[in-house]
Antibody, heavy 117, light 109 residues
Framework: QVQLVQSGAEVKKPGASVKVSCKAS????????ISWVRQAPGQGLEWMGW????????NYAQKLQGRVTMTTDTSTSTAYMELRSLRSDDTAVYYC??????????WGQGTLVTVSS | QSVLTQPPSVSAAPGQKVTISCSGS????????VSWYQQLPGTAPKLLIY???KRPSGIPDRFSGSKSGTSATLGITGLQTGDEADYYC??????????FGGGTKLTVL
């Protein structure tokens, strides 16, 4: 069965960086892309960007350009999302999701990132 | 401010039917497929509908989707208390960026 298992919760200070991992299993990792979606407390879903697990191509949300980097390690079937220069409004639950081009069919359990001084 | 517009909340009695609308533009819904996600409290979103009107394996036929022009609609019949959740529509825009609606909270009275 397809599973996406994310790393644990993080607490960071403003200006720091965070790197969240997403380990995939149950399917051929390089056959699909991974999108990252975040959800601020009490708010809706926000798409952050996409990475091809096949060739590493990326497409980031314009508002995060320059602060976000998505990578994959095909040897461990793991995707990573790094967000830099953290601000308080980056406090959110971060999800990875398997991207079928037109929809996200499997989601990770979410990783809470708290940015606080 | 979400790119796609959904009503903040809808409600109906158990056994009844409810619809949730999702409004966009020609740069997103008008030229792309729409998907719908259910988010139960404290859990990750779950795919309910893809390609406007298709249900993944395991999703009951009480859930349906449709699209017309720049709007899409999620329908749920035979409401159950377990359907209480937040529902989100999603699609892509002309820059190949994902976009979501602001979410609709369904209350089953």
């Amino acid at each position: 069965q397809v599973q996406l298992v994310q790393s644990g919760a993080e607490v960071k200070k403003p200006g720091a960086s965070v790197k969240v991992s997403c380990k995939a299993s149950g399917y051929t990792f390089t056959s699909y892309g991974i999108s990252w979606v975040r959800q601020a407390p009490g708010q809706g879903l926000e798409w952050m960007g996409w990475i091809s697990a096949y060739n590493g191509n990326t497409n980031y949300a314009q508002k995060l350009q320059g602060r976000v980097t998505m990578t994959t390690d095909t040897s461990t079937s793991t995707a990573y999302m790094e967000l830099r220069s953290l601000r308080s409004d980056d406090t959110a639950v971060y999800y990875c999701a398997r991207d079928l081009v037109r929809e996200f069919d499997y989601w990770g359990q979410g990783t809470l990132v708290t940015v606080s001084s | 401010q979400s790119v796609l517009t959904q009503p903040p909340s809808v409600s109906a009695a158990p056994g009844q039917k409810v619809t949730i609308s999702c409004s966009g533009s020609n740069s997103n819904i008008g030229n792309n497929f729409v998907s719908w996600y259910q988010q139960l409290p404290g859990t990750a979103p779950k795919l309910l509908i893809y390609d406007n009107d298709k249900r993944p394996s395991g999703i009951p036929d009480r859930f349906s989707g449709s699209k017309s022009g720049t709007s899409a609609t999620l329908g749920i019949t035979g409401l159950q208390t377990g359907d209480e959740a937040d529902y989100y529509c999603g699609t892509w825009d002309s820059s190949l960026s994902g976009v979501f609606g602001g979410g609709t909270k369904l209350t089953v009275l």
